[in-house]
């Protein structure tokens, strides 16, 4: 980073940034190599065909014209057929999807490489798009004035018109993919109304929907026309013998009808939808009836056109049920989104204008997408009978249209009604059995602890007592005294206590006025019998002054050596004791004998 600070502004260069210029010139190298890539395929493929052919009609320019003249087809050029047995020219304008799934990749690869591949801040995406369109139409002017020669030659008007749209779109997919594939922000050139309309939740369920719908409309109609072929399988297999005789043609002939298989799909569909395709010039394909007498070409792939199609036949209704599944899928992706989730449903919902109006969107999307295939895969094969070929764009859209509107809409508003069944609209805006169901578990658990779990708490994001179905019964603050205590606790501690009647609780609270009452009748009997008189004493004290008379004789007598070793080592008897110690160990007999009657009396109580 350098910066420079003497009497200025300050200037900021970022190392790896590059100029605009820079950035689209590698954009539009990109772009080329992207063009030549795919008209190098194409080319490849049409030599090998060439060269396998055992009878080549012409030398490599002729080969290189195709290849050039193909190359632009699939760009949804149309292209005129020169050599024609009529010796008119003849132009194609049916473009095989398949190959349009080939430029539309290495365009949306080159920007996307291009804004990916920028070392620090990220150029603009627009600079990018615009180099990447630039590369590759230099390429596309090229390939277009050198099949203007060959047998099949670019119509320059069309050349101009699909070529530069067909770029710059897949570029522009691309460079929103390297960004991520963000949703915001809208473009500043928008019209505020819109960009608030289309950043609206409601706006990004009825494009899911409509993509979903679309989907399924032409997964029917490749299902349809797969069984379709399965059924005329011997006719495909006439017409594929009759245009070629040899195996590389006959391969040939596979590979192109491979490569249309996408228009079959589509064709399929809108024939599902009731509209059906166009045959030619006054003729018309439907599931109620064929209208006209077509005369078609050898092709595999219009071999599989029905001719027994009619009114009330196993074709037609197989066919009405696309739609309908096509709608239900509408109607259940709106509804599901307009219910809501979570404990809140009711105040998250969609009323049902909004989910009416989300699903209506859904099938003005699908409407318009269905369009614009069908506008896409129909086209010209020649002159004369043969000027228009597939579905009818507007007509497609609008029976689309009316198919998924007629079942999307009401089964919206029928599926949302089914799952929203049960909420009551309120503030809260909870189901009364989840708040039951909540209530009775918290009033067990309360139960359980013996009131230790406070009360039950309100539902998150809600207001006080939001979590209910109902008022409660008590305040929230206090444990339940109504409540009984639980008979299954206690009686375990009832079993095993010794007697009901235990006098332990009545003596912690009053202890001082049970002892005496009964201890006072019972302690002049029982002390009367156990307590010695003054005649006992007496007797007592004349036995120890004459026990000790006679040990002193006894030690008078004894030849025992003096020492304080002898003395101390003797064991000391009641007659050693003074008669101080006598006299303290007669008046504490009388004390030890009231605690021995105290403790008899107690025991006799007990």
């Known amino acids: 980073m350098t910066q420079m600070t003497d009497?200025?502004?300050?200037f900021v260069a970022v190392h790896g940034a590059r100029p605009h210029a820079a950035v689209a010139t590698a954009a539009a190298l990109r772009g080329v190599i992207a063009a030549g890539l795919g008209l190098a395929a194409l080319a490849a493929l049409v030599m090998l065909m060439w060269i396998s052919s055992p009878y080549p009609d012409s030398g490599l320019g002729g080969a290189l014209h195709v290849a050039a003249g193909l190359w632009l087809l699939a760009h949804g050029t149309e292209v005129v057929r020169a050599e024609t047995l009529s010796g008119t020219p003849a132009p194609v304008g049916l473009v095989p999807l398949l190959l349009v799934a080939l430029p539309v990749w290495l365009a949306h690869r080159a920007a996307r490489d291009a804004l990916e591949s920028e070392v620090g801040p990220r150029a603009s995406a627009g600079v990018v798009v615009f180099g990447v369109t630039c590369g590759y139409l230099l390429v596309a002017t090229g390939a277009a004035l050198y099949s203007s020669g060959g047998p099949l030659a670019a119509e320059p008007l069309s050349a101009m018109l699909h070529l530069p749209l067909?770029?710059?779109?897949?570029?522009?997919?691309?460079?929103?993919?390297?960004?991520?594939r963000p949703y915001g922000p809208l473009?500043?050139?928008?019209?505020?109304?819109?960009?608030?309309?289309?950043?609206?939740?409601?706006?990004?369920?009825?494009?899911?929907?409509?993509?979903?719908?679309?989907?399924?409309?032409?997964?029917?109609?490749?299902l349809l026309?797969?069984?379709?072929?399965?059924?005329?399988?011997?006719?495909?297999?006439?017409?594929?013998?009759?245009?070629?005789a040899d195996w590389p043609g006959r391969f040939a002939v596979l590979l192109l009808a491979l490569a249309l298989m996408p228009n079959?799909?589509?064709?399929g569909a809108a024939y599902g939808l009731g509209p059906g395709f166009v045959l030619g010039a006054g003729s018309t394909a439907t599931p109620f009836a064929v209208v006209g007498e077509p005369v078609l070409p050898h092709f595999p792939l219009l071999a599989a056109v029905p001719a027994e199609s009619g009114p009330g036949t196993r074709l037609t209704w197989a066919c009405a049920a696309m739609p309908v599944v096509a709608g239900g899928v509408v109607a259940w992706i709106t509804a599901r989104a307009g219910a809501g989730s979570g404990p809140r449903r009711e105040a998250a919902a969609w009323t049902r204008g909004e989910t009416a109006l989300a699903a209506l969107l859904g099938a003005?999307?699908?409407?318009?997408?269905?369009?614009?295939?069908?506008?896409?895969?129909?086209?010209?094969?020649?002159?004369?009978?043969?000027?228009?070929?597939?579905?009818?764009?507007?007509?497609?859209?609008?029976?689309?249209?009316?198919?998924?509107?007629?079942?999307?809409?009401?089964?919206?508003?029928?599926?949302?009604?089914?799952?929203?069944?049960?909420?009551r609209r309120g503030v809260d805006g909870v189901h009364p059995g989840w708040a039951a169901a909540r209530e009775a578990r918290w009033a067990a658990l309360k139960r359980v602890s013996a009131g230790l779990v406070a009360a039950i708490p309100a539902l998150p994001g809600a207001g006080a007592g939001a979590g209910r179905a109902a008022p409660p019964q008590e305040p929230p603050e206090k444990p339940?005294?109504?409540?009984?205590?639980?008979?299954?606790?206690?009686?375990?501690?009832?079993?095993?206590?010794?007697?009901?009647?235990?006098?332990?609780?009545?003596?912690?609270?009053?202890?001082?006025?049970l002892e005496p009452e009964a201890l006072e009748p019972e302690a002049p009997e029982e002390v009367s019998e156990g307590l010695p008189t003054a005649e006992d004493e007496d007797e007592d004290e004349a036995r120890l002054v004459a026990e000790a008379d006679d040990a002193s004789g006894a030690a008078d007598g004894d030849d025992v050596p003096d020492g304080p070793d002898q003395d101390?080592?003797?064991?000391?008897?009641?007659?050693?004791?003074?008669?101080?110690?006598?006299?303290?160990?007669?008046?504490?007999?009388?004390?030890?004998?009231?605690?021995?009657?105290?403790?008899?009396?107690?025991d006799g109580r007990q």
């Open 7 to 10: 009497h200025g502004p300050t």
């Open 166 to 180: 067909l770029v710059m779109l897949s570029a522009a997919a691309g460079a929103w993919s390297a960004y991520g």
């Open 187 to 222: 473009p500043r050139w928008l019209p505020e109304s819109a960009r608030v309309a289309l950043a609206r939740s409601r706006v990004a369920v009825a494009i899911r929907a409509a993509g979903v719908a679309a989907a399924v409309l032409l997964g029917g109609g490749a």
């Open 225 to 244: 026309f797969a069984v379709s072929l399965v059924w005329h399988l011997g006719a495909a297999q006439e017409s594929v013998l009759r245009l070629a």
């Open 264 to 267: 079959a799909a589509v064709w």
């Open 364 to 423: 003005v999307l699908c409407a318009v997408l269905m369009a614009v295939l069908a506008a896409a895969a129909g086209g010209a094969l020649g002159t004369g009978s043969l000027a228009s070929f597939g579905p009818v764009w507007w007509l497609t859209g609008v029976a689309a249209l009316v198919w998924i509107a007629v079942v999307g809409v009401p089964g919206a508003l029928v599926l949302r009604a089914w799952w929203l069944r049960g909420l």
């Open 480 to 513: 339940e005294p109504e409540t009984p205590p639980e008979p299954a606790a206690p009686e375990p501690v009832a079993l095993e206590s010794p007697p009901p009647a235990s006098p332990e609780p009545e003596l912690s609270e009053e202890p001082e006025a």
């Open 568 to 602: 101390s080592a003797l064991p000391r008897t009641d007659a050693d004791s003074t008669p101080a110690e006598s006299d303290r160990d007669t008046a504490s007999a009388p004390a030890e004998a009231d605690k021995a009657v105290g403790a008899e009396g107690a």
